[in-house]
């Protein structure tokens, strides 16, 4: 079993919904979350990070982590075009990140 | 501008043949690290760095060899012992060091590498 799991998609949505997307993990040590997207042959951007449990927001981004559940949460609201890309969860607890596979959104107009 | 260079963007090499991937950084972070991205199989680490002169091996460091005598650059040299060598090359920093957590890595646009 993998550290990190994430459904590879695709994931296609129409413009203007809500995307959720997720992670569960195994390792309960696990204390830094974060999500990251990727475009097509591009490095990936860190987009949310959030320390421990708890929600953290930003614009049309919440990133959710339930540490119960050993599960996190990406929501995008009101989906555009432009947010098509692979979004990667990743965690860490030491000097070391651990990645999900990716999960690639297509958001069509 | 602050940020991660990485060069070539596209890198063709024989099979046999040694290549050395740059990363240089102009953020003054102190830990960097080298991925591997291949198809359904996420980022895996190859090797790491967190101060000038020391570094570590990561999940796949077998037929990878690094150097890290500035702190702004991190060369990979793939070698011709890697035996499954074409992949797209990721470099990242962080300004976290020993024994604090590196979340916030910071990426370059990547090197896509095809060895025939």
């Known amino acids: 079993q993998k550290e990190v799991e994430q459904d590879p998609g695709p994931l296609s949505v129409p413009e203007g919904a809500i995307v959720s997307l997720n992670c569960t993990y195994s390792?309960?040590?696990?204390?830094?979350f974060m999500w990251y997207r990727q475009y097509s042959r591009k490095g990936p951007e860190l987009l949310m990070y959030?320390?421990?449990?708890g929600n953290k927001e930003d614009g049309r981004f919440t990133a959710q982590v339930d540490k119960s559940s050993k599960y996190i949460s990406l929501f995008i609201r009101d989906s555009q075009p432009s947010d098509s890309a692979t979004y990667l969860c990743?965690?860490?607890?030491?000097?070391?990140?651990?990645f999900g596979t990716g999960t690639r959104l297509q958001v069509f107009p | 501008d602050g940020g991660i260079t990485q060069s070539p963007k596209y890198l063709f090499r024989k099979e046999g043949q040694n290549v050395t991937l740059s990363c240089e950084q102009n953020?003054?972070?102190?830990?960097m690290y080298w991925y591997r991205q291949d198809p359904g199989q996420g980022l895996r680490l190859i090797y790491y760095?967190?101060?000038?002169?020391?570094?570590q091996k990561g999940d796949i460091a077998e037929g990878y060899s690094v150097s890290r005598e500035k702190k702004e650059s991190f060369p990979l040299t793939v070698t011709s012992a890697q035996k499954n060598p074409t992949a797209f090359y990721l470099c990242?920093?962080?300004?976290?060091?020993?024994?604090?957590?590196?979340?916030?890595?910071?990426f370059g646009p990547g090197t896509r590498l095809t060895v025939t």
């Open positions: 953020l003054n972070h102190d830990a």
């Open positions: 990743a965690m860490t607890n030491t000097d070391k990140l651990i």
């Open positions: 959030t320390y421990s449990s």
């Open positions: 760095s967190q101060i000038v002169n020391d570094f």
């Open positions: 390792n309960s040590a696990f204390q830094y």
């Open positions: 990242a920093s962080t300004p976290r060091s020993w024994a604090q957590s590196s979340y916030e890595q910071y």
